[in-house]
């Protein structure tokens, strides 16, 4: 009784650390060493996991009237143990920002990227969001990562299961930055002004709707020339 297993990080084994306890049922005096193994009952990171004890080892221990020999003892019950697996963190770098067309709002997608601290051959998907700084339209604009999203990926060897990782760092290779490009519009049923003579070809485009506006968004028509 009193064994205790350590806690510890996903490292994709199923191995325990488990340490103290103590025998009872010792005759007289007598002691003995004991190491206790164990197993957790899948590699899986999780909370108060239970471990199955895999070996317990007896060995002769004390002098004189604590002398016990453990060739006169069997071990015939081990405690029930339970530890947590903590997830392994992982460092995200290289990751880019997709350009977009100008919708109106500051979402952002960040995509690609590559994960250091995986476990083995283990790999993951990966994939992000985002916010520019502004939603208007621009080059080379700041995005700042809101949310990096973790997901299963890979067979047999490669396979990788995101609730074993949590992402404790991100390291852009460069500035996080993409553009938002002009959204496009078409002037439709437009007409143009008539004029006196000027010697020059200028010609007032007046009237007309605008297709490709966001939302509520408008424009002054008048403008368009």
Known sequence: SGATVANKTYDGTTDASVSGGTLTGLIGQETLGVAVSGAFTDKNAGT??????TAINLANAGDGVTAGLASNYLVTSSPALTATINKAGLTLSGATVANKTYDGTTDASVTGGTLTGLIGQETLGVSGSGVFIDKNAGANKAVTATAINLANAGTGATAGLASNYTLASIIPTTAMKADINKAELVLNSATVANKNYDGNTTARVIDGTLTGLI????LDRKSVV
Do not use: D
Not at 48 to 53: G, M, P, Q, S
Not at 215 to 218: I, K, N, Q, R, V
């Open 48 to 53: 108060n996991k239970a471990v199955n004890t």
């Open 215 to 218: 939302g509520s968004e408008t």
